[in-house]
């Protein structure tokens, strides 16, 4: 009898048990120690099959975001909705490409979104890239986790900005940009958004205290993991947010 091939991918992500049917899922990722995996197991790594399997374990009633950001709107540069890249790494320039996937419209902090609110995200109409009605927002309220892929989630842990800008700070302040973006219909105009911007007179460092691992942990917020030769993380927004 013919052995039957094992499916890699959904393996990889069956294996992070707190990723459940529903969930409401942002994956940050760096795919370089899969793909370095696989490539020791004489395969390819297919980033769209990982992908797949991810949306296969939260279902149809689940959503996923991948970061599409994009900075250049803060240099005065044109953003186009449909063709200004993701700046987020690989994963996002892949699917970037995919027509399963939309794209929220802040034209700094853009996300890929597949799922059940999908529509709800690209409807949003936030100015800050970070504030209130932002998709950051959504993650806290609708108690999303974060997945990170490859790399240690403080540094990948966008999310703090958003209780930063919700409670205020002395070292960051809302910054005006405005520049041309095109839309989805390739209608062009000035538009103005807003970002929660680093005040660089306070000479304030800005990262996330390693203290941060612990608290989580204590209130069951963070999770790790290692599978083959990947580190694992899941970080439950919902908490994290309080």
């Not at 996002?92 to 995200?121: A, C, M, N, Q």
Request: charged content about 30%.
């Amino acid at each position: 009898m013919k052995k039957k091939k094992i499916d890699k991918y959904n393996v990889i992500v069956g294996k992070v048990s707190e990723l459940k049917k529903n969930d409401i899922v942002y994956l940050a990722s760096d795919i370089m120690p899969l793909i370095l995996n696989f490539r020791k197991q004489k395969e390819i790594f297919d980033p769209n099959k990982f992908i797949d399997a991810i949306i296969k374990k939260i279902g149809p009633n689940g959503t996923l975001l991948l970061p599409s950001f994009n900075w250049d709107f803060c240099k005065g540069k044109k953003y186009n909705y449909l063709y200004s890249p993701p700046q987020t790494g690989s994963l996002p320039s892949i699917v970037f490409k995919r027509k399963d996937f939309k794209r929220t419209k802040h034209p700094i902090y853009s996300f890929l979104v597949w799922g059940k609110d999908k529509e709800f995200l690209y409807n949003l109409k936030n100015k800050s890239g970070w504030g209130y009605k932002s998709p950051f927002w959504y993650f806290h309220k609708f108690k999303a986790k974060q997945l990170f892929i490859g790399l240690n989630y403080k540094n990948g842990f966008t999310f703090m900005h958003y209780p930063e800008e919700k409670v205020g700070t002395q070292y960051r302040f809302l910054k005006n940009f405005s520049s041309t973006y095109i839309d989805e219909n390739g209608k062009e105009k000035i538009s103005s958004y807003q970002m929660h911007v680093k005040d660089l007179n306070k000479g304030v460092d800005c990262y996330v205290d390693p203290r941060l691992d612990g608290i989580l942990i204590k209130k069951k917020a963070y999770f790790r993991y290692k599978i083959n030769d990947t580190y694992i993380s899941l970080v439950d927004l919902g908490i994290a947010g309080n």
